[in-house]
Nanobody, 115 residues
Framework: VQFVESGGGWVQPGGSLRLSCAVSGLTFRRYVMSWYRQAPGKEREMVATINSRGGSTNYADPGKGRFTISRDNAKNTVYLQMNRLKPEHPAVYYC?????????WGQGTQVTVSS
C-alpha cells in the first residue's frame, strides 16, 4: 500500500491549506478514510473521518466548522480542506485508510501556522 500525501506547508494564521492523500495498492472505495494530526510532544489525534462512499463525515472539535474532508473514489484520493487555520493547528497530518480491523498510514505532511 502506498500513500502520496501533499499540500502541507507554511501558512499565516487565518489562512487555508488543502491536503491531498492519494492511495494505491488497496481497494480504495472499501476503506474509511481519516486524517489525523500529531503536534510535537502530543498524542496522534483524529481530525476528520469520511465513510467509504463519502456520504458521512465526522470531525473532532479542533476542526469543526473550519475543516472539510472529502474523497474522490475515482482518483483514490482523500482531501482535507483547512480554513481559518489557527496557531495551535501546526502538526504533522497523517492520512489513514481503515477497513474492518486493518489500518494503513501515510507518511505525514507538515503543516506550520505562523506569522
Amino acid at each position: 500500500v502506498q500513500f502520496v500525501e501533499s499540500g502541507g506547508g507554511w501558512v499565516q494564521p487565518g489562512g487555508s491549506l488543502r491536503l491531498s492523500c492519494a492511495v494505491s495498492g488497496l481497494t480504495f472505495r472499501r476503506y474509511v478514510m481519516s486524517w489525523y494530526r500529531q503536534a510535537p510532544g502530543k498524542e496522534r489525534e483524529m481530525v476528520a473521518t469520511i465513510n467509504s462512499r463519502g456520504g458521512s463525515t465526522n470531525y473532532a472539535d479542533p476542526g469543526k466548522g473550519r475543516f472539510t474532508i472529502s474523497r474522490d473514489n475515482a482518483k483514490n484520493t482523500v482531501y482535507l480542506q483547512m480554513n481559518r487555520l489557527k496557531p495551535e493547528h501546526p502538526a504533522v497530518y497523517y492520512c489513514q485508510a481503515q477497513y474492518l480491523t486493518t489500518a494503513y498510514w501515510g507518511q505525514g505532511t507538515q503543516v506550520t501556522v505562523s506569522s
